[in-house]
């Protein structure tokens, strides 16, 4: 997406040219527009499950950006035939049970044919053009938070195979249908100074993106980052993502591991998210304030996992 940054609007607030989560556009005065599209292929064979969990995947990027959602439209790409039409029915039911509640209005939605299935939505939110959060704008000394645990890609895969067990996909369902919507309202109230959400480039690239956007180093506490067990385990296995490799080459060269850090734990953090937590940059004296809010709001993985530090260039350092 870079390099496509539209020069000459002056409303355009939040664009191509930093990797960020949604596209801000001021309409009037601080009240600006917040506009995101994501669609993904099945996770889970639950329909209404499935239906849930994309639809939170796409409003986690208004979220991200502090803002709150208006209104959505349906993506739907489904087969045209071989497909129990309920199945489709309970994918829609799914996602406008999500879209409601985040107090959005569904308004409509397109459909292609197409022999594989995805579903996603387009989103439309509204921010304070005061309070827009980049991932661009962590400041040295900000302490990162992360809201859910990682893994889910190693589990996704797994899930396909019938290798996972059903209480960790149990688990893994009910975060990745949890909208981040408390988790941002509780960073607008505390005063982070960047957030993005983890999804598909993994803990790694999204915190390089974090680390490029605002010209530092971030240093990651690999033990501190809240994971499924059952992920590592089958990480362990040699359970992969086809995405994986290459988020491990999108941060090649970035990385700088001081003492052990088991290859398994590595790739844990290059695992591909879906519908992740939202990983904020918060200046020290917030960040036990809302550690310890998150946590008495459903947050309850919420961990601090890393700080960020002044580098040129931006490097991700990994400690023990
Ligand atoms: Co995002
Ligand atoms: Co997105």
């Avoid at 664009?15 to 527009?33: H, I, K, P, Q």
């Avoid at 409509?108 to 661009?136: C, F, I």
């Avoid at 290059?270 to 200046?283: C, E, I, N």
């Amino acid at each position: 997406m870079h390099g496509l940054e539209p020069v000459g609007d002056a409303d355009l607030l939040v664009g191509f040219g930093t990797s960020d989560d949604a596209g801000v556009y001021r309409l009037e005065g601080n009240m600006a527009l917040v506009q995101t599209v994501d669609f993904i292929t099945p996770v889970v064979d639950d329909p209404d499950q499935f239906g849930q969990i994309a639809a939170a995947n796409a409003l986690s990027d208004v979220y991200a950006m502090g803002g709150r959602p208006l209104t959505a439209l349906n993506i739907c790409c489904f087969p045209g035939e071989g497909i129990d039409r309920s199945l489709l029915a309970g994918i829609l039911r799914g996602g406008a049970a999500k879209v409601k509640e985040a107090g959005a209005a569904l308004v409509g939605g397109h459909t292609v044919r197409d022999p594989e299935l995805k579903y996603g939505l387009s989103v439309t939110g509204v921010v304070d053009a005061r309070q827009v959060v980049r991932n661009s704008t962590a400041q040295a000394g900000d302490v990162l938070l992360l809201t859910k645990p990682v893994g889910t890609g190693a589990l996704i895969s797994a899930y396909r195979n019938r290798r996972v067990s059903e209480a960790t996909m149990k688990d893994a369902v009910g975060e990745m249908t949890r909208l981040n919507a408390a988790a941002c309202r509780l960073m607008l109230e505390h005063g982070v100074h960047a957030c993005t959400d983890i999804t598909g480039f993994g803990v790694l690239g999204h915190t390089l993106e974090m680390a490029e956007g605002s010209a530092m180093g971030i240093r990651l506490s690999s033990s501190r980052i809240p994971y499924y067990e059952e992920s590592l385990d089958l990480i362990r296995k040699g359970t992969g993502t086809g995405v994986t490799r290459c988020n491990l080459r999108l941060v090649e060269g970035k990385l700088r591991v001081q003492g052990m850090l088991p290859e398994e734990l590595l790739t844990l953090l290059a695992d591909p998210q879906t519908s992740g937590g939202l990983l904020m940059a918060v200046p020290p004296e917030s960040a036990d304030a809302l550690l310890s809010a998150l946590l008495s709001t459903g947050e309850s993985r919420a961990a601090k996992i890393g700080e960020v530090f002044p580098a040129h260039p931006s490097v991700i350092e990994i400690i023990p």
